[in-house]
């Protein structure tokens, strides 16, 4: 079956688990789950006790399955609607985690895509839990997604062409993405991509968010070997285009 598929990984996940103690990975993950929950649910949340906040699950239709450096988000079908919720779950999880929490990049792909589910034990207590996906899209997204050489994310060829002439769409085009060209390892395409902001930026607002930009590229002990500071970079040159 046709679904969008976003496909996301982490930039230095690899260091992020060697350069530093249980305590400090036990928070951090609770981070990461935290901005894909809050993300799949839009930033709407349900209070569980006197003070205590969390993501407001219910009524989500998006698919995710998150495993080690990999995040990935799907709909239950190809509908308009499916896929403009699927966009909008993208961009508040592409922007959170590249200004505040960790660096990823990842793409949005219109394409073939199926995942079989499950758990069972035995009578000695053993667990049989599948977790297979299987299709085109997974193949396209984790190729497309492996080449990008910045901390962002692209929409493929195949979703434009897909929504292209649909006003929903068009609507969320205008507010939340942006035509670019878009640094690859070894070329560069023009293609759409997620917005890091709304609006525009004045020098201050730059600057602000171009240190956030470093300190997460940064956090967690990572270090800055020249591919990475080449991704931070491209990463901040995409956003010098919000600059007014």
Same mark, same amino acid.
């Given at each position: 079956?046709?679904s969008f598929? +976003?496909?996301?990984d982490?930039?230095?996940? *690899? @260091? %992020?688990?060697?350069r530093?103690s249980?305590m400090?990975?036990?928070?951090?993950?609770?981070h #990461?789950l935290?901005?894909?929950?809050m /993300? $799949?649910?839009q930033?709407?949340?349900?209070?569980i006790?006197p003070?205590?906040l969390?993501?407001d699950?219910?009524?989500?239709t !998006?698919n995710?399955?998150?495993? /080690?450096d990999?995040?990935? %988000?799907w709909?239950?079908?190809?509908?308009? +609607?499916?896929?403009?919720e699927?966009l909008?779950?993208?961009?508040?999880?592409n922007w959170k985690? !590249?200004l505040?929490?960790?660096p990823v990049?990842?793409?949005?792909i219109y394409?073939?895509f199926? %995942?079989?589910t499950g758990q069972?034990?035995n009578?000695?207590?053993a667990?049989?839990? =599948?977790n297979?996906?299987?299709g085109?899209?997974?193949?396209?997204?984790?190729?497309?997604?492996?080449l $990008?050489?910045?901390a962002?994310?692209?929409?493929? /060829?195949?979703? !434009?062409?897909?929504?292209?002439r649909?006003?929903?769409f068009?609507t969320?085009?205008? @507010?939340?993405? !942006?035509?670019y *060209?878009?640094p690859?390892k070894?070329?560069?395409?023009?293609?759409?991509?997620?917005?890091?902001?709304?609006?525009?930026?004045?020098?201050d607002?730059f600057?602000?968010?171009?240190e956030? #930009?470093?300190?997460?590229?940064e956090?967690?002990n990572?270090?800055? =070997? =020249?591919?990475v @500071?080449?991704?931070m970079?491209?990463?901040i040159s %995409?956003?010098?285009?919000?600059k007014?």
């Amino acid at each position: 079956m046709k679904s969008f598929i +976003a496909y996301f990984d982490y930039l230095g996940y *690899k @260091e %992020f688990l060697l350069r530093n103690s249980e305590m400090r990975l036990k928070d951090r993950a609770n981070h #990461i789950l935290r901005d894909i929950e809050m /993300s $799949l649910s839009q930033d709407k949340t349900k209070q569980i006790s006197p003070g205590k906040l969390i993501a407001d699950l219910d009524g989500v239709t !998006i698919n995710c399955l998150n495993i /080690s450096d990999t995040v990935i %988000f799907w709909t239950k079908n190809d509908s308009l +609607a499916s896929c403009i919720e699927l966009l909008n779950v993208c961009y508040l999880f592409n922007w959170k985690q !590249i200004l505040y929490n960790f660096p990823v990049r990842g793409c949005v792909i219109y394409d073939n895509f199926e %995942f079989i589910t499950g758990q069972s034990y035995n009578a000695a207590g053993a667990v049989y839990s =599948p977790n297979l996906m299987y299709g085109k899209g997974l193949l396209h997204a984790h190729e497309k997604t492996d080449l $990008l050489n910045w901390a962002g994310t692209v929409l493929d /060829s195949s979703l !434009i062409e897909k929504v292209w002439r649909e006003e929903d769409f068009q609507t969320f085009l205008n @507010e939340k993405l !942006i035509l670019y *060209k878009i640094p690859y390892k070894t070329f560069y395409r023009k293609e759409y991509a997620l917005r890091l902001v709304k609006g525009s930026l004045n020098q201050d607002m730059f600057n602000s968010y171009r240190e956030d #930009i470093i300190r997460v590229f940064e956090s967690d002990n990572k270090s800055i =070997p =020249p591919s990475v @500071e080449e991704k931070m970079n491209n990463t901040i040159s %995409f956003l010098e285009m919000f600059k007014e």
